[in-house]
């Protein structure tokens, strides 16, 4: 082993695959010729195969910080900090003390996740059959698909949404809204990596400035912070309040942690592991604190024609687009830009989404990874499409939910990492020439048995509309406190380190 690949704890394979664009027009025959001018167009080929050391470059490397700047600052975020007084009844600075003490937390998981791009070279679905196999993998990736569908979801009916409150005299249909989104997400994607960072590398420039517009114009208006003192809860239930709204914001944060290293893995392998981790992590938590606050403030408005605007159903597309109404078609134009800027939200989405599907086996890693971002699409249109009126709903269920799962994988990535395959530790790093073979991996028991764990954890502790745990119940009042997160990683993290010293002991592997 050289001494870099000493330095990352990594065993390299000497001999590296075959380009995955002339595999690929192998494979597929009479549509060779077709796939090679594809390719060679710029489209990119390489799914979740690994990236061998010959192919890596530093050009992205600030895009760990500007990529995940571009993804967060956005409409979307503004949705989550809206959450916290609309569906849980806090008060300004609560919700802003939640943003701040959850996100960290979170921002530290996905942050640690990214490393692991680097170092293996590998997409973060494939890294887990590390810790759980090759079935842990598979199974994690059907995880990460309806995650990053639910998040997809939420991000076209949004932009959708604004789009379609730019005017009431030639408003754009609502469903003809989110089908817009979600073709321009598409584009991008269906290019590949390099077109990925390109887009995201400036995407945020625009909604930062748009961002601080809409500060503007609200602070103008009025911000009253007290303005939900009186009906927000008091003592346990205010605490079963902030706990539940604080998985959401987790939720916001580990949701990015499932794809977090699919955008890094063409970088060196002995990039600084400790640059990987800062840039990433306040990529997340400086635009998703700042956006996710705003949300939190436009809500504290007290003006009847910006509550109207807001409605029953919180819309928060309206809202947003009486904020900018005194600008008027300056405004407008501002707001749309600020509905396509969930195009930069979507695009993590959209792509990693099709390596997780590739990610299940073989057989659908065989098809072209453009061909599942076309099935993405389609799949999370229709879903918008059909879901266009319950926007709130499926978005704090979507992030609450989602925080659950991603919370256990993270602790036993982290564990096997740190644990197990540390320099000198049971296994001594990666043996990264059998990504893709099963007999090679781990069998898998340890990481799939204390994910079931972490789901036991998530069970008891959680407390949703529609099912409330036993621990989830006893922590609060009328609608219990969700702590789910919390649980399903403290049951996972107990659980993982013995099960897997088993499964080494047992098997070697």
């Not at 710029?42 to 571009?70: C, D, H, I, K, Y």
């Not at 205010?238 to 970088?267: E, K, Q």
């Not at 502790?461 to 036993?470: D, E, F, H, N």
């Amino acid at each position: 082993m050289s001494d870099k690949e000493k330095v990352v704890g990594i065993e390299l394979p000497e001999t590296l695959e075959a380009a995955p664009d002339q595999a690929i027009a192998k494979r597929f025959g009479a549509f060779g010729p077709f796939l090679e001018k594809l390719f060679a167009s710029g489209v990119e080929a390489r799914g979740v195969e690994r990236v061998p050391e010959n192919q890596r470059e530093t050009r992205n490397t600030w895009n760990n910080l500007f990529m995940w700047w571009s993804v967060n600052m956005v409409l979307t975020t503004i949705a989550i900090g809206v959450l916290g007084q609309f569906v849980f009844t806090l008060a300004f600075p609560h919700t802003v003390a939640t943003i701040l003490c959850f996100g960290f937390l979170g921002a530290i998981a996905t942050a640690f996740i990214a490393t692991l791009g680097p170092q293996t070279g590998l997409r973060t679905m494939v890294i887990t059959r590390y810790s759980s196999g090759y079935i842990g993998c598979a199974l994690y990736s059907i995880l990460n698909i309806l995650t990053q569908l639910g998040f997809a979801t939420t991000a076209v009916i949004l932009g959708g949404q604004t789009l379609a409150s730019i005017s009431s005299s030639h408003a754009v249909p609502l469903v003809a809204g989110i089908v817009i989104i979600g073709v321009c997400s598409l584009t991008p994607c269906f290019i590949g990596y390099n077109m990925v960072h390109i887009y995201e590398r400036y995407a945020w420039m625009v909604t930062f400035f748009i961002m601080c517009c809409l500060y503007g114009l609200g602070a103008k208006v009025g911000f009253d912070v007290s303005a939900q003192r009186s009906v927000e809860d008091t003592g346990r239930a205010l605490g079963a309040d902030i706990l539940s709204f604080g998985s959401i914001v987790f939720g916001s944060f580990t949701g990015w942690a499932p794809v977090a290293a699919d955008y890094n893995v063409r970088l060196p392998a002995d990039t600084s592991a400790l640059r990987v981790f800062i840039l990433t992590m306040f990529g997340l938590y400086i635009p998703i604190c700042f956006t996710s606050i705003l949300g939190a403030a436009l809500v504290t408005i007290t003006n009847p024609e910006y509550i109207a605007a807001f409605g029953m159903d919180g819309s928060t597309g309206g809202l947003i687009a009486q904020v900018l109404s005194p600008w008027g078609g300056w405004g407008k134009l501002l707001l749309v830009l600020l509905a396509f800027s969930c195009i930069a939200n979507n695009i993590p989405n959209t792509y990693s989404t099709a390596l997780s599907i590739q990610a299940l086996g073989r057989p659908l890693a065989i098809v072209p990874r453009f061909i599942w971002v076309i099935f993405t699409f389609v799949a999370y249109t229709v879903a918008g499409v059909a879901g266009r009126e319950h926007f709130s709903v499926i978005l704090s269920n979507s992030l609450s939910i989602l925080s659950y799962w991603t919370a256990f994988f993270v602790v036993i990535v982290a564990e096997e990492h740190f644990i197990f395959r540390r320099p000198g530790g049971k296994l001594g790093g990666y043996d990264l020439a059998n990504w893709d073979e099963p007999s090679k991996l781990p069998l898998g028991f340890a990481g799939i048995l204390a994910g079931c764990f972490g789901v036991v954890g998530a069970v008891v502790g959680m407390a949703q509309v529609w099912y409330t745990g036993p621990i989830g119940e006893k922590a609060g009042t009328t609608y219990g406190a969700d702590l789910g997160f919390e649980l399903a990683a403290a049951f996972a993290g107990l659980t993982y380190p013995p099960l897997r010293w088993t499964e080494i002991k047992l098997t070697g592997r």
